[in-house]
């Protein structure tokens, strides 16, 4: 298998199995996947109940879930520090990804 380096694409299509690549723990994904779940059943609670203070908890969970994936099980450096827009769609694409079972649980 080919290392797919940070710097190697342009595009979204291109970055997302540089973050595949980064997300090879099972521990890591799961993590991932709890973290995006909660993420939006917060921001659907948020939204249901107008209850805006609770804004701040979604890059708490979200990202506390995914860095304890990558730093205690993945050993490596989230996408997030140098790609956080691609790194932020990756999360949601991985999440759809799991769920129609096209990347293992």
Not at 3 to 25: M, N, R, V
Not at 74 to 86: G, I, L, M, V
Request: hydrophobic content about 45%.
């Amino acid at each position: 298998m080919q290392t797919i380096k940070q710097s190697d694409f342009q595009s979204f299509a291109e970055f997302y199995p540089y973050y595949l690549q980064e997300h090879g723990d099972p521990t890591c994904r799961r993590l991932h996947f709890v973290g995006t779940s909660l993420v939006i059943s917060l921001l659907t609670f948020v939204l249901v109940t107008q209850s805006f203070v609770w804004l701040w908890a979604l890059p708490v969970i979200g990202y506390g879930f995914a860095w304890v994936g990558h730093f205690f099980f993945e050993k490596n450096r989230p996408a997030t520090f140098k790609h956080p827009w691609y790194s932020l769609a990756g999360d949601f694409v991985m999440f759809k990804d799991i769920l129609i079972r096209r990347i293992d649980w």
